[in-house]
């Protein structure tokens, strides 16, 4: 069983940053692709980016070449760096963990395990 804490969350104007955190525990981090799902007022929650084991990446098309992921292990912690925010990214920002196998497979459903969210609010 692994707890997920998000952190870095708040209020930013459009075309600004963040850089959000979410610090693992409970479990060896390396063994878990991680990611990162968001969820806007009156949206379903949806998938933002993954980062597996071995660090190859995955990015929605709506947040590519704006966001990054990135993870140490040594931390047990993955980070989302948030650039050129637009209002429409405005949501409540979940990590995720999936624990793996050893093989290099990309996983975009189904987290075994969630965070409680950080708040992201960007203004016009």
């Known amino acids: 069983q692994v707890q997920l804490a998000e952190s870095g969350g708040g209020p930013v104007q459009a075309g600004g940053s963040l850089r959000l955190s979410c610090a693992a525990s409970?479990?060896?981090?390396?063994?878990?692709?991680m990611g990162w799902f968001r969820q806007a007022p009156g949206k379903e929650r949806e998938f933002v980016v993954t980062?597996?084991?071995?660090?190859?990446?995955y990015y929605a098309d709506s947040v590519k070449g704006r966001f990054t992921i990135s993870r140490d292990n040594a931390k047990s912690t993955v980070f989302l760096q948030m650039n050129d925010l637009k209002p429409e990214d405005t949501a409540i920002y979940y990590c995720?963990?999936?624990?793996?196998?050893?093989?290099?497979?990309?996983?975009?459903?189904?987290?075994?395990?969630w965070g409680p969210g950080t708040q992201v609010t960007v203004s016009s």
């Open positions: 409970g479990a060896t981090f390396s063994d878990y692709a």
């Open positions: 995720a963990a999936w624990l793996m196998g050893e093989s290099p497979v990309i996983v975009t459903e189904n987290p075994g395990y």
């Open positions: 980062i597996s084991r071995n660090s190859m990446t």
